[in-house]
T-cell receptor, first 114, second 113 residues
Framework: AQSVTQLDSQVPVFEEAPVELRCNYS??????LFWYVQYPNQGLQLLLK??????LVKGINGFEAEFNKSQTSFHLRKPSVHISDTAEYFC????????????FGAGTQVVVTP | DVKVTQSSRYLVKRTGEKVFLECVQD?????MFWYRQDPGLGLRLIYF???????EKGDIPEGYSVSREKKERFSLILESASTNQTSMYLC????????????FGNGTRLTVT
């Protein structure tokens, strides 16, 4: 079975500063990787996903993530955050040989202050 | 855009009550899921369904059951609600494709007193 670890439960950051959210996974087989965002009082929405190909993946709202197979990581980055990026971010993984069960990390709360 | 609608935003129920949480999606997705979300634990899968009348247990099915009589509707049932089932419940759907993402509803915050 696969597992996902988000290394930071909360990340405070100033507006216009860069942010990196760390995600590591473990799996004995190949995986698909996802980042979701949850704004206050809403469900989750997809930020970006890695299925195959280029290891640098660009998503919505200026976010990007890099898949590193040797380090089994999928860290999320944004070069300059806005107040509106305040949200909880979830990393998720599923193996390519399963039909659809996603394993989620515990989440990272990003708080952007002026 | 895919729309996943959960019938209630907030629910307050008493211990021992039977509780129904309803979820409807409008994009003809084959797969539907119920998760619960608790602080510090992320999302945990309760049950999922890959077709009408089909259901599979997720990671934490105890105390829950589900029903999928129509493709667009997936119901979560708490047979006898308990206080440890106080949580945020999220419904999601996706197509059957390998890398297709989940589409989530806005959640139902259930409080059991």
């Amino acid at each position: 079975a696969q597992s996902v670890t988000q290394l930071d439960s909360q990340v405070p950051v100033f507006e216009e500063a860069p942010v990196e959210l760390r995600c590591n996974y473990s799996s004995s087989v190949s995986v698909y990787l996802f980042w979701y965002v949850q704004y206050p009082n809403q469900g989750l929405q997809l930020l970006l996903k890695y299925l195959s190909g280029s290891t640098l993946v660009k998503g919505i709202n200026g976010f990007e993530a890099e898949f590193n197979k040797s380090q089994t990581s999928f860290h999320l980055r944004k070069p300059s955050v806005h107040i509106s990026d305040t949200a909880e971010y979830f990393c998720a993984v599923r193996t390519t040989d399963s039909w659809g069960k996603l394993q989620f990390g515990a989440g990272t709360q990003v708080v952007v202050t002026p | 855009d895919v729309k996943v609608t959960q019938s209630s935003r907030y629910l307050v129920k008493r211990t021992g009550e039977k509780v129904f949480l309803e979820c409807v999606q409008d994009m003809d997705h084959e797969n539907m899921f119920w998760y619960r979300q608790d602080p510090g634990l992320g999302l945990r899968l309760i049950y999922f369904s890959y077709d009408v009348k089909m259901k599979e247990k997720g990671d934490i099915p105890e105390g829950y059951s589900v029903s999928r009589e129509k493709k667009e509707r997936f119901s979560l049932i708490l047979e006898s609600a308990s206080t440890n089932q106080t949580s945020m419940y999220l419904c999601a759907s996706r197509t059957g494709g390998g890398g297709s993402p989940l589409h989530f509803g806005n959640g139902t915050r259930l409080t059991v007193t």
